[in-house]
């Protein structure tokens, strides 16, 4: 036993003295220096759809328009081709060279003008005729507002002429009288028409008298005008008339010279790779991705500020939609609908959630070949998430 | 206790610096541990050596009691020197053989007794002495792995007291205190799966010996049986 018990030792000592020398501090775990690979859901449409290409040439793996020649200098265009603006229309296969002419101006068009001023002139010298003597008047009166006052008698006047012309009288006398204020005004006035022409007159003359009070000669002009003489106005209209049919103006005729540019249709989008088969334009991707999504409300989400501990606040989703033009920005105003919740909380959140929207307008980030599909655009949230 | 220099460990992870940076229990359970492991091993290799002596002495015995050589001349080249085994019940019930006919006997019913009792004393003694130890491999079969858990339960709270002394749960911190608690139930380990196998073996190599030996005293008691009846029968008969 006792050797056994040795050599039991001896092993013993061995195996460990050779586990201490050998079994040292193992190597540490190698950690590889890898990257981050960004990784993007997409939506499957956007492969099996149709994509941009030429309709004539040959099936190749990937779809790609004629290629262009000029460089790519206009960003996010949409439609393929040599143009500097992004357009829809197709190219016009017409290269002439078509000498651009500018519109000659149109001789005929200043006849009509100088026609009116004659008559103008001719209905200016009856209104100095009636306004001088009013300034005089009205600077004559210690009374401080003469603008206020008009138009109290303005409307009263005007609906007495229609009805019988006799209580139209004692009105408009009577009237002025309780006023304190219009009276110097409206007085001399009414006065000296009712003794020229009672009957027939009065409601031609009347507004043409308190129109010249107004600072704008040409109105009370017009508006002397036409109640003094409707006999002169027609014969006016008539001038104006005769002048344009004397004149050789004739629409058809500029629109030609106008239309003498052909139109210059074709996008600005370039392509370098070989035509292949393919349609006008990529009707994939019709959808926001994942990520892309994501980033467009990861925005809004930046720019929001939920109160924490708003009562009822679980539960509730938000609804934004809204338009968007080609920029990012907002156009209109967008719809913010909350469910669920409480209706306190609801409505608070509502009102945040919209002022969000409009502070990170302009989106930027948004795919411009998608344009399509965030053109209106409906993004979900639950605020809960954002606390 | 110690207080495990967590700062160091960080650095170093070999075998000898985590028995160092355990605590004074730790240090104490693996001690023992490898004490247990060093004692297993003496029992190992004691029986091994001993169990296949004993396994050649039976073989050679039987061949030598088989050849049909005198019993008389057996026992006496046995008798002079020490015998462990079949020729130790063999001398034992030659021994009582030749002390009973030596004085006279004469019942042969109380003569096949006390030979058969001399042989079973015999074979118990030396059984005992192919079992002995065995019991310690049990124990530390059963034993050694609860022990080495229990220096790893103290270990790892030593460790956590100073990881919270340390605040910070970094793994580079936490990492070495553990490993080092873990030595302790890998030793328990090492020492008590030989313990295991070596026990359920030697208990059976033992069993197989004891059975051998069960064997042979039944088979000499036949022989020693007929012997009687030959040589006491005549004697009766006389009278």
């Known amino acids: ?387 | 206790m110690e207080q495990v220099g967590l700062a160091a460990a960080a650095s170093e992870v070999s075998l000898w610096s985590l028995f160092m940076q355990a605590g004074l229990v730790v240090k104490l359970v693996m001690i023992g541990l490898i004490g247990a492991s060093v004692w297993t091993w003496a029992i190992v290799i004691d029986k091994y050596v001993s169990f296949n002596k004993a396994k050649r002495q039976f073989d050679q015995f039987e061949q030598v009691f088989w050849s049909g050589q005198s019993l008389e001349e057996l026992y006496r080249t046995l008798s002079e020197r020490q015998n462990n085994g079949l020729s130790a019940i063999f001398v034992a019930a030659m021994r009582e053989w030749k002390k009973s006919f030596e004085r006279g006997a004469r019942a042969p019913i109380g003569l096949q007794m006390r030979i058969d009792r001399a042989m079973d004393v015999t074979m118990a003694r030396e059984s005992e002495a192919y079992e002995a130890r065995l019991g310690s491999l049990a124990t530390i079969g059963s034993a050694g792995p609860f022990i080495g858990l229990f220096g790893t339960v103290v270990g790892i709270m030593t460790s956590f007291q100073a990881i919270a002394g340390s605040k910070s749960t970094n793994l580079a911190v936490v990492a070495p205190g553990i490993a080092e608690a873990l030595l302790a139930t890998a030793i328990g380990l090492v020492a008590a799966i030989p313990a295991v196998i070596a026990y359920n073996k030697f208990t059976a190599d033992a069993g197989k010996l004891s059975a051998r030996m069960e064997g042979f005293a039944d088979e000499f008691s036949a022989i020693l049986s007929r012997q009687i009846d030959e040589k006491l029968q005549p004697r009766q008969a006389a009278q």
Not at chain 1, 191 to 209: F, L, M
């Open chain 1, 1 to 387: 036993m006792r050797g056994s018990l040795g050599t039991s030792l001896v092993l013993h000592t061995l195996v460990l003295g050779y586990a201490l020398v050998s079994i040292s501090a193992p190597a540490s775990f190698e950690v590889a220096d890898v990257e981050a690979l960004p990784v993007d859901i997409i939506p499957v449409e956007s492969i099996t759809q149709i994509q941009q290409g030429d309709k004539k040439a040959p099936v190749a793996e990937k779809a790609a328009p004629k290629p262009t020649t000029k460089p790519n200098i206009v960003e996010n265009a949409e439609n393929a081709g040599d143009n500097d603006i992004d357009l829809k229309t197709p190219p016009t296969p017409a290269k002439k060279p078509v000498p651009t002419e500018a519109a000659a101006a149109p001789k005929p068009a200043e006849k009509p003008v100088p026609t009116p001023t004659p008559e103008q002139n001719e209905v200016k010298d009856i209104v100095p005729e009636e306004t001088t003597p009013k300034p005089a008047e009205v600077a004559a009166l210690p009374e401080p507002k003469p603008d206020v006052t008009p138009p109290q008698p303005k409307p009263e006047p005007a609906p007495q002429p229609q009805p019988t012309p006799a209580p139209a009288e004692t009105q408009a006398e009577e009237i002025p009288l309780p006023d304190a204020v219009p009276i110097p005004v409206a007085k001399p006035r009414p006065e000296p028409p009712k003794e020229e022409a009672k009957p027939v007159e009065k409601p031609a003359e009347k507004p043409a008298e308190k129109k010249p009070e107004t600072p704008k000669p040409a109105e009370t002009a017009k508006a002397a005008e036409k109640p003094t003489d409707k006999k002169e106005g027609k014969k006016q209209e008539t001038a104006k008339s005769s002048s344009s049919k004397e004149s050789d103006f004739n629409a058809d005729e500029i629109a030609i010279l106008l239309n003498k540019q052909d139109a210059s249709g074709g996008g600005a989008k370039r392509s370098s790779a070989p035509a292949a088969l393919g349609g006008k334009k990529d009707t994939g991707g019709s959808k926001l991705s994942q990520s892309e999504m994501d980033a467009l409300r990861g925005q809004i989400e930046n720019n929001w500020s939920v109160i924490a501990g708003i009562e009822g606040a679980e539960g509730v989703i938000i609804t934004v939609t809204m338009k968007l033009d080609e920029t990012g920005a907002i156009v209109g105003r967008p719809e913010v609908t909350a469910k669920g919740g409480s209706d306190g909380a609801r409505r608070t959140l509502e009102g945040s959630a919209l002022r969000a929207v409009m502070r990170s307008s302009p989106f930027r980030n948004l795919p411009a070949d998608k344009y399509d599909a965030w053109s209106e655009v409906v993004v979900n949230f639950d605020p809960s998430e954002l606390l």
